[in-house]
């Protein structure tokens, strides 16, 4: 392979990485603007599930803080964090070792756009 093919690629699998592994402290930032800016499937595809990981966490910090009030919410807190944390470095290790990570417990916000377009 070409040493052109090769950089595309290891750029293709650190934007990956580093999209998944931004969420840890950025958020949804990064995985929206890695999904809004890139047309790459791959790319776009990992950014699409983390974005929907950092949507659905949200939801359940949401829940969490509601939840406090009668105390629970606080240990829900801290494991919606030790999931973020542990999901997000597992995606980050898998996709970059090429292979394709979907989050458990996550909620479909963004569709898959091929999807949509068979039916």
């Known amino acids: ?14 934007a990956v990485v580093l999209t998944h592994f931004g969420g840890i402290f950025f958020g949804f930032i990064p995985s929206l603007l890695v999904y809004l800016i890139k047309d790459d499937g791959r790319i776009k595809e990992n950014a699409r599930h ?7 966490s949200i939801l359940y ?3 969490s803080s509601i939840l406090m009030l009668v ?12 999931l973020n944390i ?6 980050a290790i898998r996709s970059s070792r090429g292979e394709e990570k979907r989050y458990p417990l996550t909620i479909e916000f963004i ?9």
């Open 1 to 14: 392979m070409s040493d052109s093919v090769l950089k595309s690629t290891e750029n293709e699998r650190l």
């Open 111 to 119: 569709k898959d756009k091929s999807l949509e377009l068979q039916v």
């Open 71 to 82: 105390f629970i919410g606080v240990v829900l807190y801290f494991i919606v964090i030790l």
């Open 86 to 91: 542990f999901f997000c470095l597992l995606a």
């Open 61 to 63: 910090f949401l829940i």
């Open 50 to 56: 983390a974005l929907n990981w950092q949507l659905t």
